[in-house]
């Protein structure tokens, strides 16, 4: 992969389909698509961009190939909806959109950034885990029931 033609670019609205098409995709492959996601997913100005959080796509010779958000939960910031298209897996996108992340964390001197995810999403823990994420207490009222692991990286 030539990463001169791989950009990371913030939200627009154009690419509002592919926050949704890349999202449901794994969600349909591994889970199912929770009323939480859909709502999400569906409106990503009102539930992500107009509380304070970020969307970041992964732009590839000209195509949308990976996605990632960071949402403002109030009290902490979850890095949440990260997708890469099937078609480009194994290329290290997910690990780029990841540092993107964390170095745009640090910009903003946020403390850590939390995530939940599923413990059958193995290649994923892998690599929050080689990242440098630590796994916390999973509180009762998480907003995923699909969610049986939560993580936290300190910056």
């Known amino acids: 992969m030539d990463n001169e033609n791989l950009q990371i670019i913030a939200y627009q609205p154009v690419y509002a389909k592919n926050f949704y098409d890349l999202n449901v995709a794994w969600l349909k492959k591994y889970f199912y698509v929770e009323p ?14 107009d509380s304070g959080g ?3 796509f992964a732009k ?6 990976g996605v990632v958000a ?7 910031f979850e890095l949440s ?11 290290k996108i997910g690990q780029k959109l990841m540092h993107f992340c964390i170095e745009f964390a640090k910009s903003k001197n946020w ?7 599923h413990r059958k999403l193995v290649p994923a ?3 929050y885990r080689k990242i440098g994420f630590k796994e916390v207490q999973l509180e009762k009222d998480v907003h995923y029931e699909r969610a049986n692991i ?5 910056l």
Do not use: C, H, R, W
């Open 54 to 56: 970020f969307i970041f």
């Open 125 to 127: 823990i892998n690599l």
């Open 81 to 91: 909806k990260m997708a890469v298209s099937p078609k480009y897996q194994g290329l």
């Open 60 to 65: 590839y010779n000209n195509a949308i190939v």
């Open 70 to 76: 960071l949402i403002n939960q109030n009290t902490f």
């Open 150 to 154: 939560k993580m936290l990286l300190e």
């Open 111 to 117: 403390k850590n950034i939390t995530l939940y995810s």
């Open 36 to 49: 939480y996601d859909e709502k999400v997913l569906s409106n990503p100005k009102e539930y992500v961009l």
